[in-house]
């Protein structure tokens, strides 16, 4: 199948700063990928839809200004977390849909503020 | 909207026991079902998959089936393993919400030797 690829992995960050994680697709272009947050024993959280060469698309609820998308090709999409505070804390995941009915996830970041 | 909705867990069961994960979902027009199974520390993989009534999706021994009428897509497995000890997500995506994927909480199994 199609693979994502997200880094980093874990990041540890002192709060205050920002922090930058990277998605993707490896073998395939995205036109789409989604950004979600993962908080401890919960379900994902759709936090906003990127697409390429215009604006994301934030849900309801999600500080634009605070998580910053870029998707500025096929195959990267990035996530900015800026001046990040110990509630962002979390773990944040990629995916990129394929075809209308499938989407690939990246491997999660675990992002931790202190 | 749509949700998702499945039960809640943890589900703790011996080597080679049958498995079965209720799931059911609210959804205008006809979405797309899924099941995805995450790993502790890793991303979600996409687990198996139907995209339109009666259809059964299948994969490494697990099987559920799309069930309009009961608006279920429940996941079985007749004999897991102690590998099998992971989050189970169901979710739906349908054209009418943007195709974007819906998940139910998640379903903690774990699997004792």
Redesign the interface.
């Known amino acids: 199948?199609a693979v994502?690829s997200?880094h980093p992995s874990r990041v540890i960050c002192k709060s205050g700063t920002s922090v930058k994680i990277e998605c993707r697709s490896l073998d395939f272009q995205a036109t789409t990928m989604?950004w979600y947050r993962q908080f401890p024993?919960?379900?994902?959280m759709?936090m906003a839809?990127s697409n390429e060469g215009s604006k994301a698309t934030y849900e309801q609820g999600v500080e634009k200004d605070k998580f910053l998308i870029n998707h500025a090709s096929l195959t990267l999409s990035t996530l900015t977390v800026t001046s990040a505070h110990p509630e962002d804390s979390s773990f944040y995941?990629c995916?990129a849909?394929v075809t209308?009915?499938?989407?690939?996830?990246?491997?999660?970041t675990?992002l931790t503020v202190v | 909207g749509n949700s998702v909705t499945q039960m809640e867990g943890p589900v703790t069961l011996s080597e080679e026991a049958f498995l079965t994960i209720n799931c059911t979902y609210t959804a205008t027009g006809y979405p797309s079902l899924f099941w995805y199974v995450q790993y502790p520390g890793e991303g979600l993989q996409l687990l198996l998959k139907a995209t339109k009534a009666d259809d059964k999706g299948s994969n490494k021994g697990f099987e559920a089936t799309y069930r309009k009428e009961t608006t279920s897509f429940h996941l079985e497995k007749g004999s897991v393993q102690v590998s099998d000890s992971a989050v189970y997500f169901c979710a739906l995506s349908s054209w009418e919400y943007g195709n974007k994927l819906v998940f139910g909480a998640g379903t903690i199994l774990r699997v004792k030797s």
Request: proline content about 0%; glycine content about 14%.
């Open positions: 199948g994502v997200q989604f024993k919960q379900s994902l759709l839809t995941i995916s849909r209308n009915t499938e989407a690939f996830f990246g491997q999660g675990r």
